[in-house]
């Protein structure tokens, strides 16, 4: 069973920082590409950012780009968000999503809060 635990949300002021991890367990290869969503009150989920099998191709949604960096550490089987310059409107719940490369199966991890105070 293929399994995403999300962690690291938090409360901070704007301009700070944070660092979410998804720690993946259950895939019985490596071909997965793992990002993150998130979803503020009353609004649509939106991608925010993604790491391919090959480390090198990442996404990122234009609000985030130049603040958000995103890194996979395989041996750990665990991806990192690392978030920079937060704004209030980052404020949302951060999900952690993998998608099989092969099967293109979607899964998702639970969502860590993210709070970012004017």
């Known amino acids: 069973e293929v399994q995403l635990q999300a962690s690291g949300g938090g409360l901070v002021q704007a301009g700070g920082s944070l660092r979410l991890s998804c720690v993946v367990s259950?895939?019985?290869?490596?071909?997965?590409?793992i990002g993150w969503f998130r979803q503020a009150p009353g609004k649509e989920r939106e991608g925010v950012s993604c790491?391919?099998?090959?480390?090198?191709?990442?996404f990122y949604a234009d609000s985030v780009k130049g603040r958000f960096t995103i890194s996979s550490d395989p041996a750990k089987k665990t991806a990192y968000l690392q978030m920079n310059s937060l704004k209030p409107e980052d404020t949302a719940g951060y999900y952690c999503?993998?998608?099989?490369?092969?099967?293109?199966?979607?899964?998702w991890g639970q969502g860590t809060l993210v709070t970012v105070s004017s």
């Open positions: 999503h993998a998608s099989e490369v092969i099967t293109l199966r979607d899964y």
């Open positions: 259950g895939f019985t290869s490596d071909d997965y590409a």
């Open positions: 790491i391919g099998t090959d480390v090198s191709s990442t």
